[in-house]
């Protein structure tokens, strides 16, 4: 009956946190646990909450692939198992359902595992789309859908089975290119109003080159206590992929200022990690034309300031999550966040 935020940490030596979030205003540590990593780039629960799962990435054997967590008691998670058959390259992102988990493989492919029984995971397929690079899968409805930063977005029948695809044998749907080259993360969203597909493709560029203002590109000194603050540049593509065979580019979400990192859709709300430009959360109803920052859609924004983070004053806002009415964020320089949307105020004349 208890909520609890399972946290990885970017060049934090293998460590994970766990901590009890039942009241947001007073969110504790439970656990953690260490593993042989030098960034765990992703952690991703089961819907059932059975397993959970941490990446790896610069393990010391350079034998990298994931470490399964058995969360049968969730304030205490204890390591079942470690797989890292074709994963040695480094996992940076992965996606859980209740039986299998998709990994990200070197950037190369996906790898699917079964992992109904957690303490014996298997391999059980794979998907590897030719001539690109692979950065992030979300699988819905039997589809995965991943982002390979040039190809754009590729969706693979994995279970679907309207174009025959399987788990151990995935089936190519169709593909769809950005036009920045840069596609980093997907989310897709059905929107219970109209029945349309929506993809939200992050396009991320971790520099601001070749701009009026270009910025501190300072990304290579993150790991330097107190250093400059880092920007970003990149935006969210809206790709209405109702018919996968003809995608259309309809809208987007675009700060000039800022760049776009994970995206979570719930409710007709987008609620975008954007880098230096903080929490935002954004109206995605109805239909979706043109650039959604200059239609009054924006809810509201959230920069965590912290003097105390590892680069003083500087959001950096990596992931954002709703969770029971609040919405919990994850900030580079200062950690784990919750907030709560308060309702708008009338205006009194």
Same mark, same amino acid.
């Given at each position: 009956g208890r909520d609890y935020a399972l946290v990885g940490t970017w060049g934090g030596d293998g460590w994970a946190y766990m901590f009890d979030i039942t009241d947001m205003?007073?969110?504790?540590?439970?656990?953690?646990?260490?593993?042989?990593?030098?960034?765990?780039?992703d952690v991703t629960i089961s819907p059932d909450g059975r397993y959970g799962v941490l990446s790896r990435e610069g393990a010391s054997n350079r034998v990298n692939g994931v470490v399964i967590l058995d969360l049968a008691n969730p304030a205490h998670p204890k390591i079942a198992s470690r797989f890292?058959?074709?994963?040695?390259?480094?996992?940076?992102?992965?996606?859980?359902?209740?039986?299998?988990?998709?990994?990200?493989?070197?950037?190369?492919?996906?790898?699917?595992?079964?992992?109904? /029984?957690?303490? &014996?995971? #298997?391999?059980? *397929?794979?998907?590897?789309? =030719?001539?690109?690079?692979?950065?992030?899968v979300w699988v819905h409805d039997g589809?995965?859908?991943?982002?390979?930063?040039?190809?754009?977005?590729?969706?693979? /029948?994995?279970? &679907?089975? #309207?174009?025959? *695809?399987?788990?151990?044998? =995935?089936?190519?749907?169709?593909?769809?290119?950005?036009?920045?080259?840069?596609?980093?993360?997907?989310?897709?969203y059905i929107?219970?109003?109209?029945?349309?597909?929506?993809?939200f493709l992050g396009g991320e560029i971790m520099n601001r080159q070749g701009r009026v203002w270009e910025g501190t590109n300072y990304f290579g000194q993150m790991t330097t206590k107190g250093g400059v603050a880092q920007t970003s540049g990149g935006y969210t593509h809206i790709i209405d992929f109702t018919d996968p065979k003809n995608p259309r580019n309809v809208a987007k979400y675009?700060?000039?200022?800022?760049?776009?990192?994970?995206?979570?859709?719930?409710?007709?709300?987008?609620?975008?990690?954007?880098?230096?430009?903080?929490?935002r959360l954004v109206d995605v109803s109805g239909e979706l034309l043109g650039n959604l920052a200059e239609q009054r859609r924006e809810?509201?924004?959230?920069?965590?300031?912290?003097?105390?983070?590892?680069?003083?004053?500087?959001?950096?806002v990596m992931n954002a999550m709703p969770w029971k009415g609040n919405v919990l964020f994850t900030d580079f320089n200062s950690g784990l966040w919750a907030a709560r949307l308060e309702p708008k105020q009338p205006v009194t004349p």
């Amino acid at each position: 009956g208890r909520d609890y935020a399972l946290v990885g940490t970017w060049g934090g030596d293998g460590w994970a946190y766990m901590f009890d979030i039942t009241d947001m205003a007073n969110m504790r540590k439970t656990d953690s646990v260490q593993i042989d990593a030098r960034t765990i780039n992703d952690v991703t629960i089961s819907p059932d909450g059975r397993y959970g799962v941490l990446s790896r990435e610069g393990a010391s054997n350079r034998v990298n692939g994931v470490v399964i967590l058995d969360l049968a008691n969730p304030a205490h998670p204890k390591i079942a198992s470690r797989f890292d058959q074709e994963l040695t390259g480094g996992v940076h992102n992965m996606f859980a359902t209740n039986d299998h988990l998709f990994a990200i493989s070197n950037g190369d492919k996906y790898v699917i595992i079964d992992v109904k /029984d957690i303490y &014996n995971p #298997k391999r059980a *397929g794979e998907y590897n789309h =030719p001539n690109s690079r692979v950065h992030d899968v979300w699988v819905h409805d039997g589809i995965a859908y991943s982002s390979e930063w040039g190809t754009g977005v590729v969706a693979v /029948d994995v279970g &679907n089975g #309207k174009w025959g *695809g399987t788990i151990s044998k =995935p089936v190519l749907i169709a593909t769809y290119p950005t036009t920045s080259g840069a596609t980093h993360e997907v989310f897709p969203y059905i929107q219970k109003s109209t029945g349309k597909v929506y993809l939200f493709l992050g396009g991320e560029i971790m520099n601001r080159q070749g701009r009026v203002w270009e910025g501190t590109n300072y990304f290579g000194q993150m790991t330097t206590k107190g250093g400059v603050a880092q920007t970003s540049g990149g935006y969210t593509h809206i790709i209405d992929f109702t018919d996968p065979k003809n995608p259309r580019n309809v809208a987007k979400y675009h700060q000039e200022e800022f760049g776009s990192h994970d995206i979570i859709v719930e409710n007709d709300v987008l609620y975008q990690a954007y880098y230096d430009g903080g929490l935002r959360l954004v109206d995605v109803s109805g239909e979706l034309l043109g650039n959604l920052a200059e239609q009054r859609r924006e809810i509201a924004v959230f920069k965590p300031y912290d003097p105390e983070g590892f680069t003083a004053n500087a959001p950096f806002v990596m992931n954002a999550m709703p969770w029971k009415g609040n919405v919990l964020f994850t900030d580079f320089n200062s950690g784990l966040w919750a907030a709560r949307l308060e309702p708008k105020q009338p205006v009194t004349p």
